[in-house]
């Protein structure tokens, strides 16, 4: 049976940021830029890659300059198009969602990753729909959410991606219990949130991509308080285990946690040797650290 086509996605953006000060004082987390594109505007295209056409960012106080972002910048446009620079232009245009396609959703109280996604459930109505996390960031030759889609296409279900870490490091992320594991898709029986290494029933760790059933939303109505006095996510899906398939992917690529400073600055350097235009000098600059 052919499944529904995942045409919305959730954006959680939001989180103080207080890892990030004083550079998250004024200016949200999410547009701490990695080389010159802000979080925000990978996950973004990410999703555009993956065939979403709702974007809906859940928001919360301070959090402007996101919007800003994703509208026209009349004067900026108005001065390229005067000087001709219409390269430029197209950096700061080609990637914009079309008017309409963005919707912006205040969370109110920062209860929790879970009580964020529930603030946009009307929004979602009855359709699957995927949640991306900006601090996670993948470096893949096909946009993580799409290799995603892609299996949702076969399984249907929920599809999460996930990655094997250091055991020590279970008590960061949400951990699943597999029944099933062909090396490639995993087959969930149990998810935890932020086990403690001991109790970890695998080191497989969800990392911020999931497509989702809107049943989750009948469990996060619930409001449960899970791991750190926080609405867990990971609790509800945990909970529609059992309606349907449930696959943890291990995606191609490479993911870098951008809420942490070290992974932040492995992400910019990642990035910058991606690309053709700066390789060649940061690798000079990297060899000058390493020699020295
Ligand atoms: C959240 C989720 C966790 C997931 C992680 C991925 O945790 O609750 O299950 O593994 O994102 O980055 P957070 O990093 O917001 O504490």
Redesign the pocket.
């Known amino acids: 049976m052919p499944q529904k086509k995942v045409r919305k996605a959730i954006f959680p953006v939001g989180?103080l940021g207080t890892r990030f000060l004083p550079a998250t004082k004024a200016m949200p987390k999410e547009m701490l830029p990695v080389v010159d594109k802000p979080l925000i505007q990978y996950a973004v295209e990410e999703a555009q890659a993956a065939g979403i056409e709702d974007f809906i960012f859940v928001t919360g106080r301070g959090k402007h300059a996101i919007e800003d972002h994703f509208d026209v910048s009349f004067e900026l446009d108005t001065m390229l198009q005067a000087r001709e620079k219409s390269d430029l232009l197209s950096v700061i245009r080609s990637w914009m969602p079309s008017p309409g396609q963005i919707s912006y959703m205040r969370q109110m109280e920062p209860l929790g990753?879970g009580h964020a996604v529930w603030c946009a459930r009307n929004l979602i109505g009855d359709e699957p729909f995927a949640v991306l996390?900006a601090?996670?960031l993948v470096l893949s030759k096909t946009p993580c959410l799409q290799q995603m889609t892609e299996v949702h296409a076969e399984t249907g279900g929920s599809v999460v991606a996930v990655m094997d870490v250091p055991r020590e490091h279970t008590n960061?992320?949400?951990i699943l219990d597999i029944e099933r594991d062909d090396g490639r898709l995993a087959s969930v029986r149990g998810l935890v949130?932020?086990p403690d290494p001991a109790d970890a029933p695998s080191t497989l760790?969800?990392?911020?991509r999931y497509i989702l059933q809107p049943q989750v939303f009948e469990h996060l109505d619930k409001q449960e308080k899970g791991a750190g006095g926080e609405i867990?996510?990971?609790d509800a899906l945990a909970a529609t285990l059992g309606s349907g398939p449930f696959n943890g992917l291990r995606f191609e690529g490479r993911r870098f946690?951008c809420?942490d400073k070290a992974g932040f600055l492995e992400a910019t350097i990642a990035f910058a040797l991606s690309r053709s235009d700066l390789a060649p000098a940061v690798r000079d600059i990297i060899k000058s650290y390493v020699d020295a």
Not at 205 to 208: A, E, L
């Open positions: 989180g990753l996390l601090d996670d960061r992320y949400g949130e932020k760790s969800i990392i911020g867990q996510l990971t946690d809420g």
